[in-house]
């Protein structure tokens, strides 16, 4: 039986920094208000001429360094970003040809914060069923962009930047199970307004924003994420004892909080990025992953629980060995 396994990783962040002082000076916010109940204390914000495709280069330039492969070696790109540069052609064509990948499967997927979690789960089967050796699998967002600087219910959440992953096959797993869902019942409470078939005409005015109900959407994340964890461990047959580390999704410390405590973990054996990032979306995860790998706490061999959460809604986890 083939396995994928994780090879290396990358992150990229953008230069600009923006600090919940900054933000004061922005909405009628606080620093502590952000701190207390987001976790957040500074985003990284992508420049004007910035972009998905951009941050996704640099995370992937580095990850294959890692994992000692070159652009020849690669036979697969996703992405999964809600903030691609254009709407077509899809992101990971463009990263695919700048990085000078010789031409393979690529596309870009669009789960919203789930999506870096719902890319490496369908890596995992290309890999599996023998159609990918060696996949360049990212999470990206430029999801600032996306945001309305004057609505404090937002604004202070978000930040940008891109994870990247190189997934190969393996005698020994590596991903072990993968949990996927989602119900767009709830596509009321988290969404974007305006898209290519609907409300294009919008774009670029005041009705393009992040419409966000958020004390809904974090009862429903807490539930969801809690339900999935003990699934993905029950499917797994492996106990919350088991568990090395949990890299989750970083939207909001007191939702990570939660499902450390649910899991029976102390915060130590969490890798926690909200702080330094905000809420990347579909970076999230791949980023706090690197985070943990670069910093040492995360090595060869142990067992992680990943998850996410996001608009849709979606969400998803992945357990994986080193
Ligand atoms: O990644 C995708 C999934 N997204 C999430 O998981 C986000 C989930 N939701 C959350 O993280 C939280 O709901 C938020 C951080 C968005 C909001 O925290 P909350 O504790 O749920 O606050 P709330 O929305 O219930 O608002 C409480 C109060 C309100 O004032 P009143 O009505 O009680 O007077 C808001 O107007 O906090 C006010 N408020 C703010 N005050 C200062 C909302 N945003 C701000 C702000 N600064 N930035």
Redesign the pocket.
């Known amino acids: 039986m083939t396995y994928s396994r994780i090879a290396g990783t990358g992150r990229y962040l953008p230069e600009r920094i923006m600090t919940n002082h900054d933000l004061e000076q922005m909405?009628?916010?606080?620093d502590e208000?952000?701190r207390t109940?987001?976790g957040v204390e500074r985003r990284h914000v992508c420049a004007d001429d910035e972009t998905v495709s951009q941050m996704c280069i640099e995370a992937a330039k580095i990850a294959m360094d890692a994992a000692g492969v070159t652009a020849s070696d690669i036979d697969m790109v996703i992405t999964g970003t809600t903030s691609p540069d254009l709407i077509f052609p899809n992101v990971s064509t463009i990263i695919q040809h700048e990085l000078g990948i010789p031409a393979c499967t690529a596309f870009s997927l669009e789960a919203?914060?789930t999506g870096f979690i719902y890319a490496l789960s369908t890596a995992d089967k290309f890999i599996k069923a023998g159609e990918a050796k060696c996949a360049l699998v990212m999470g990206a967002e430029c999801i600032t962009k996306l945001v309305d600087w004057s609505d404090?219910?937002t604004c202070?959440?978000f930040g940008d930047g891109a994870g990247a992953v190189i997934l190969k096959p393996s005698e020994e797993p590596g991903i072990i199970s993968c949990h996927l869902g989602a119900d767009g019942q709830y596509k009321d409470l988290?969404y974007y307004p305006v898209g290519a078939s609907k409300n294009l005409a919008a774009a670029g005015t005041a009705d393009a924003r992040i419409m966000m109900t958020?004390?809904e959407?974090?009862k429903v994340?807490v539930k969801t994420l809690g339900r999935i964890a003990a699934e993905t461990l029950e499917k797994a047959g492996v106990s919350k004892e088991e568990l090395d580390w949990l890299v989750p999704?970083q939207?909001?410390i007191r939702?990570i909080q939660a499902m450390a405590k649910r899991l029976d973990m102390p915060m130590e054996k969490v890798i926690v990025t909200v702080q330094d990032h905000g809420?990347t979306?579909a970076a999230s995860v791949p980023m706090a992953l690197d985070v943990g790998i670069r910093d040492g706490r995360l090595k060869k061999g142990q067992l992680i629980l990943t998850e996410a959460?996001?608009?849709g809604f979606t969400w998803g986890s992945v357990l994986l060995r080193l």
Not at 27 to 30: E, G, I
């Open positions: 909405v009628d916010t606080s208000w952000i109940r987001t919203a914060c404090r219910n202070v959440l988290l958020g004390n959407v974090f994340a999704h939207a909001n939702i809420n979306s959460f996001g608009g």
